[in-house]
């Protein structure tokens, strides 16, 4: 089955500084990358996605890249705010078409901004 | 993600005793899903179903049932065979247009006592 990894764990950035985290795949089959953000004890939200036919994607803020050969895809959040504080998971999926299955997910990275 | 919803918001769990956790949602989505959320980890599948009375096992399925009798609703049985259940408890949907895209409820902490 998929594998995803997930770094850094933790990672503190200055306010107005941007932040990276990155994610490697393991099934090169996987078609389907999104990216959550979840707040203290409030579920998941959703905040960008991006199809393996696509190399990046740009949503103000945020943008997420993809490089299918290497199996790893990266979430770039550049001006960081002290509302962008939580943590971020990623995950990957295959998606046959024919109904999508549960999603992988890494372990999450819990993002920091200092003031 | 606002037509998905979790009961109870708290639930504790004797030993030896089965519980159920209820999902429901109205936005007309097929396929929905249950994740185990342990302190310091990512979400794990633990059961999910693409149609009305069908379903798979995920990742961690032992010590679970679940049943889709209707398309609004898929609740989760954590039964007393499942021997660490203390985690919180996510459920998901996806719509049929965009089946990949899940959304999700705002979970069930369930505690032992």
């Known amino acids: 089955g998929e594998n995803v990894e997930q770094h850094p764990s933790t990672l503190s950035v200055q306010e107005g500084d941007s932040a990276v985290i990155k994610c490697t795949y393991s099934d090169s089959a996987s078609n389907y990358f999104p990216w959550y953000k979840q707040e203290l004890g409030k579920r998941p939200q959703l905040i960008i996605d991006i199809r393996s036919n696509v190399g990046e994607k740009k949503d103000q803020r945020i943008a997420v890249t993809l490089n299918k050969t290497a199996k790893h895809f990266s979430l770039h959040i550049t001006e960081t705010q002290p509302e962008d504080s939580a943590v971020y998971f990623c995950a990957a999926v295959w998606d046959s078409g024919g109904g999508a299955d549960g999603l992988t997910f890494g372990k999450g990275t819990h993002l920091i901004i200092q003031p | ?113």
């Open chain 2, 1 to 113: 993600d606002g037509g998905i919803t979790q009961s109870p918001k708290y639930l504790f769990r004797k030993e030896g005793q089965n519980v159920t956790l209820s999902c429901e949602q109205n936005l007309n989505h097929d396929a929905m899903y249950w994740y185990r959320q342990d302190p310091g980890q990512g979400l794990r599948l633990i059961y999910y179903s693409q149609i009305v009375n069908d379903f798979q096992k995920g990742d961690i399925a032992e010590g679970y049932s679940v049943s889709r009798e209707k398309k609004e609703s898929f609740p989760l049985t954590v039964t007393s065979a499942q021997k660490n259940p203390t985690a919180f408890y996510l459920c998901a949907s996806s719509s049929p247009d965009r089946e990949e895209t899940q959304y999700f409820g705002p979970g069930t902490r369930l505690l032992v006592l």
